[in-house]
């Protein structure tokens, strides 16, 4: 067996003489089988390599010393390769930082079938010393190829690689890089090429040579890094056969679509705000009270507070994480932008990740590429029927949790979700790669997948622990459903129990926190979210809550599916059962159910469609069929929703979606020229979440949920406003700890004008802000 080893070098003067007397004298007793060739590829050395590597080549027979003018570590390992003929060419680093011991597996995996072997040194049997720093950088590369590539190869960048001639004749001349990605790329296409990649634990070890400076900057190579593996996948894409590049587009024009889709009522909202003169809140129009929560977070994460102050009710409480609307804070942040702009951008963001997790899904489901494409088309804008039962529930406006979910529950729809609030994108985004990579790695057995499972669950976890009750009782029923098959999958324990230790830390801190402080336990008693009756479940999730079971009869036929639909029935099956149990929050684990829902009914919908197609003639009658049916089953309550948007923005009420630029002037004001210790008092709900939202002061009241004793409090304000309580109103304002009133009217600043320990501070339209002047007033 004929073996070349090519030494990439490049002024390596100080080293190079004893990197190949070194290599030498550990393949001088190695197999006679085996003839080595050793290939010094000079890369336009400008000192004295050169000549060492002639002297070396004069002096050893199995020394070749081969000069290469165009600089580039890949140029330098090109023209070694293709300079001879053999069996099995590896390329290794001059500076011997992986132990030599370590060559001979190389060469024995390419030798036994691997087309390709890649030196590892995350490998579990791999030893490796190096800086903390260094392993830092190091883990960053890899996870970014590992999501920008999708390569399973674990150490890209080892420079300890051994290929075999199929590489070098079929791979090797496609190889765009010439430079340190060359290995790098030549690997990636390999795999992409469904060629046999074997991973070798290696030592490694990194010193300095004495004299020998490093040539590489870091930040400088961390940036042409990440321009490299974006440049690969680009070329990889066009490269791509003619129908795997349609769907790519096609997937590019859905996410597109549901970009634009669920902001048609935002852009229409700015237009009529700025057509009226008056300013848009960034109000929600389908949960509008929780909006102003989300701005105070964003505000206070923009302003650099990890912890998160209820700044709707006056009691001291202890500060609480809110991890996701931190990142969110700090985009507002770097990018100089106001909590609604944020909030929104922070939304358009977060869509394509959520079309990218739904999509990988979709492909892990079904080979067909039709039916990955309709089951996305369906999720994402899909909907139930609940517009044509609306009729019903128009006059019940007191009780909406009785409507159809597809009307007005934001997690229970895809489109919905994308349209609300960018942390139910996120929060979907992570249950659905959760659930894709715990399916995985069930199936495989990968504890590597359980892993990545863990982590996705962890980060959803942090923000919305109530998802644990899905995340953990979803595998345990589909455990138990394959025990009862007798179809036990591989390291499914241990696949459960990684995935559980993993994730459940940052559930059980969330759970545990409201328990350390008695308010925010009250608070969440509060927050109650009672699921609708199974009729509107059915109404809001429309065709679909019909045809997946015989979806899954379906597909659990098919070969190689039987645990997919088993997975997908567990999901279906324990979502139903949760939402109904006895949770205060049992409506928000209705995120996630829709998905498996459509999953399980694309078997039907496609068998059902080509029936149609072989039955219809000429094609456009059929086209025209399905789109009607299209429109009528699946769509109704997405255009409902976008139209319903739109409307109420342009008819603004309550008055909170667009206000006057007074009302701003005064939000304004609280921002920059109040004391950051303000707490104020308004008459009206909505002008509380204002101020607390929009003009980041503490309020007395604000929030349903947030707002400690709601209904207490609530009685006083109206007594205060009301000037009706016969006691002094001075000993309220004391005891409640207020140092602002705000009052929203003529009438109102009429009575209070007349009030002496109320100060006027600032006058915009109706509003005036009083400051209140406790001294000198007696109780």
């Known amino acids: 067996m004929r073996v070349v080893v090519a030494i990439p070098a490049y002024n390596e003067e100080g080293i190079i003489s004893a990197t190949v007397k070194e290599l030498r004298r550990f393949l001088a007793d190695k197999p006679k089988d085996v003839s080595w060739t050793i290939v010094i590829a000079d890369n336009g050395s400008d000192d004295r390599t050169g000549e060492i590597g002639r002297d070396l080549a004069r002096e050893f027979a199995d020394v070749r010393y081969l000069p290469v003018p165009e600089r580039g570590k890949g140029m330098a390992i090109r023209d070694a390769w293709q300079s001879q003929e053999a069996d099995v060419y590896v390329f290794m680093d001059a500076d011997l930082s992986t132990d030599l011991r370590s060559l001979l597996p190389l060469v024995r995996a390419v030798a036994d079938g691997a087309d390709v072997a890649v030196g590892s040194r995350v490998h579990r049997d791999a030893r490796v010393r190096r800086a903390l720093p260094r392993r830092l950088i190091s883990l960053g590369y890899r996870l970014f190829a590992k999501i920008v590539l999708r390569t399973v190869v674990s150490d890209l960048a080892c420079g300890f690689k051994a290929v075999s001639p199929r590489v070098v004749r079929d791979i090797l001349p496609r190889v765009i890089d010439r430079r340190w990605f060359f290995d790098s790329e030549l690997v990636i296409r390999a795999e ?43 070329a990889l894409a066009q490269e791509a056969p003619p129908e795997i590049r349609r769907e790519r587009k096609y997937v590019l024009a859905l996410t597109l679509a549901a970009v634009l889709l669920s902001s048609v009522p935002f852009v229409a909202g700015l237009i009529i705000a700025w057509w009226r003169g008056q300013v848009m809140t960034g109000t929600q129009f389908l949960s509008p009270g929780d909006t102003a929560v989300y701005f105070s977070q964003i505000a206070q994460a923009k302003a650099g507070h990890f912890f998160w102050e209820n700044a709707f009710t006056t009691e001291p409480m202890t500060p609480m994480p809110y991890f996701f609307w931190w990142c969110v804070g700090q985009l507002a942040r770097l990018l100089a932008l106001s909590p609604f702009a944020a909030y929104h951008l922070s939304r358009i963001l977060l869509i394509p990740c959520f079309v990218a997790a739904a999509y990988s899904f979709f492909r ?54 994308m349209m609300y ?31 990545a499972a863990g982590l996705a669950a962890a980060a959803l976890l942090s923000f919305h622990p109530f998802q644990a009750a899905t995340l953990y009782a979803v595998p345990a029923a589909f455990l138990g459903l394959r025990a009862l098959r007798r179809a036990w999958p591989r390291r499914g324990l241990a696949v459960f129990l990684l995935f559980a230790c993993i994730s459940a830390p940052l559930a059980a801190f969330q759970v545990a926190f409201p328990l350390l402080d008695p308010l925010w336990k009250k608070i969440a008693d509060a927050n109650v979210c009672i699921t609708p009756p199974l009729v509107f479940l059915m109404i809001g999730f429309g065709a679909v809550s019909v045809l997946w079971p015989f979806g899954y009869a379906r597909l659990y036929r098919q070969a190689g599916a039987a645990a997919r639909s088993d997975f997908l029935f567990s999901w279906v099956i324990v979502g139903l059962l949760l939402v109904y149990l006895p949770f205060a929050f049992q409506r928000r684990l209705l995120e996630g159910l829709e998905f498996p829902l459509v999953v399980l009914s694309v078997p039907v919908i496609m068998a059902v469609a080509a029936k149609l197609r072989a039955a219809l003639r000429p094609p456009a009658v059929y086209y025209l069929i399905v789109s009607v049916v299209v429109l009528v089953l699946f769509l109704p309550a997405t255009l409902l929703t976008v139209v319903r948007g739109s409307v109420t923005y342009y008819k603004n009420q309550p008055p ?53 004793d709601l209904k207490r409090k609530s009685q006083e304000v109206e007594k205060f406003f009301s000037l009706s309580d016969p006691a002094d109103p001075l000993v309220f304002l004391r005891s409640a700890g207020i140092t602002h009133v ?12 007349a009030l002496p320990f109320l100060r006027s501070m600032f006058s915009s339209g109706p509003y005036k802000v009083y400051e209140i002047d406790f001294g000198g007033h007696t109780e």
Do not use: Q
């Open 421 to 451: 609030s960018p942390h139910f994108v996120a929060s979907f985004a992570l249950l659905l790669l959760s659930m894709r990579w715990l399916l995985e790695a069930f199936e495989r057995g990968s504890l590597r997948r359980a892993t």
């Open 742 to 753: 705000l009052a929203g009217s003529a009438a109102e600043t009429g009575r209070f004008d």
């Open 192 to 234: 992409r090429a469904g060629l046999k990649i074997a991973e070798i634990p290696v030592n490694w070890h990194e010193e300095s040579v004495p004299g020998r400076r490093s040539k590489v900057s870091v930040f400088k190579v961390a940036g042409d890094y990440v321009r490299a593996c974006f440049g690969l996948r680009r």
């Open 656 to 708: 909170i979606f667009l206000v006057s630029k007074e009302e701003e002037a005064v939000m304004a004001w609280f921002r920059n020229a109040s004391p950051k210790t303000a707490v104020v008092l308004t008459s009206s709900g909505w002008l509380d979440g204002r101020v607390a939202g929009w003009g980041e002061r503490r309020v007395y009241v604000g929030h349903w949920v947030d707002t400690i």
């Open 364 to 417: 892990y489901i079904f080979r067909d590429a039709r039916a990955r494409l309709t089951g996305l088309t369906l999720f994402l804008f899909g909907s139930g029927v609940g517009p044509y039962f609306v009729f019903m529930f128009l006059g019940d406006t007191a009780h909406p949790e009785r409507w159809p979910i597809d009307l007005w529950v934001g997690e229970a729809n895809a489109f919905l979700t």
